[in-house]
């Protein structure tokens, strides 16, 4: 189980935000939602920060297609590949002296290294790292650099993004009280229970699915395969395009080729048309081979590929659920925000 996204600020502040309501809840002893014994202000602030949630929640959403876009500062950085060489070489330094027990300091480690990054002029583009490894009662050190990401690093955008949603879930309980008596307040608790819920289902995949895909990953990943198949079918293509201009012989390979039947027929089948059309055509015959040899090869990857898009498309069937709730959800309560305001 990946346990790395229960170890994270955000679910310290999601815990502060919805306690720090909820007790003051129970200490006015108001009402929750519109209801007899509820508190003007405290529907105010409750609503206020779980809107604030909910935009930085969805914020991550934004932060993830940017860098998916290639839009992210990152991208854009440049640096002389001698500036970098010159930051690697001062790291490894830097790691030899720690390793020789010459540096133990923590900070002074981080001190140094970011000392050699802005030497070298390379400290818009890496960041140092401290990594730890507990060998026995002894720790040892290194240092490692990692690019920077000026628009934050994604993996805390994720951590955000579940436990700032469920600290905006509590908020949502405690601010409407899960009243349905009117349309409005159907729509956002129904809808703001459908987000829940289905976020919940998404950390329980977060946590167990790279397990799952791992284990449904044999000879090849899913990165691999996609790679290999893409490899294939150009060799394939180009396999194809050796044939020349004889479109009877380019039927026979391409009846062998399909792969929605019977590999080892279709490809008895079209050397058998291929032996009978030219018998003495020994070129032919290996071209022939090497493409159903190809083609096999492009077969086994492609249901590699095939079952493994089966397993990723099974973990991430709650988004087609949560997105667009999500959006709708976020739209309406700018609308509710607006009508109360407004009204």
Not at 149 to 169: D, N, Y
Not at 186 to 201: D, E, M, Y
Not at 228 to 252: P, W
């Amino acid at each position: 189980m990946n346990t790395t996204y229960f170890k994270s600020i955000h679910a310290l502040w999601a815990l502060l935000i919805a306690s720090g309501f909820v007790v003051w809840l129970v200490l006015g002893e108001y009402s929750m939602g519109r209801a007899a014994g509820s508190d003007r202000g405290y529907l105010l602030w409750s609503g206020w920060v779980a809107l604030t949630l909910f935009f930085i929640v969805g914020a991550y959403s934004l932060r993830k297609y940017i860098h998916k876009l290639g839009w992210s500062p990152e991208f854009r950085y440049q640096a002389d590949p001698k500036a970098v060489e010159q930051t690697e070489d001062a790291i490894n330094n830097l790691n030899r002296e720690i390793a020789e027990g010459r540096l133990i300091n923590r900070s002074d480690m981080l001190s140094r290294a970011k000392l050699a990054l802005s030497q070298a002029g390379t400290g818009r583009i890496f960041r140092p790292e401290l990594d730890v490894e507990k060998i026995g009662e002894v720790e040892h050190f290194s240092v490692y650099l990692s690019p920077k990401e000026p628009l934050g690093r994604m993996a805390k955008w994720m951590h955000a993004h579940l436990f700032l949603g469920l600290g905006a879930a509590i908020l949502v309980l405690v601010h409407g009280g899960g009243q349905m008596a009117t349309p409005m307040g159907a729509l956002l608790n129904g809808l703001s229970a459908v987000v829940i819920l289905t976020g919940l289902f998404g950390i329980v995949i977060w946590a167990t699915g790279p397990a799952k895909m791992t284990a449904a990953e044999t000879d090849l990943s899913i990165e691999e395969a996609f790679v290999l198949s893409r490899h294939y079918e150009r060799k394939v293509t180009a396999a194809f395009a050796e044939l020349g201009d004889d479109d009877d012989l380019v039927e026979h390979f391409k009846a062998a080729a399909d792969d929605s039947g019977d590999f080892a027929k279709a490809a008895e089948a079209g050397l058998s048309q291929l032996t009978a059309k030219d018998p003495a055509d020994s070129k032919g015959h290996v071209l022939f081979q090497d493409i159903m040899a190809l083609i096999g090869q492009r077969q086994r990857v492609n249901r590699s590929l095939q079952k493994l898009m089966r397993v990723r498309r099974t973990l991430n069937l709650w988004r087609a659920i949560h997105v667009p709730a999500s959006v709708f959800l976020l739209g309406l309560l700018v609308f509710h925000v607006f009508s109360v305001w407004w009204y």
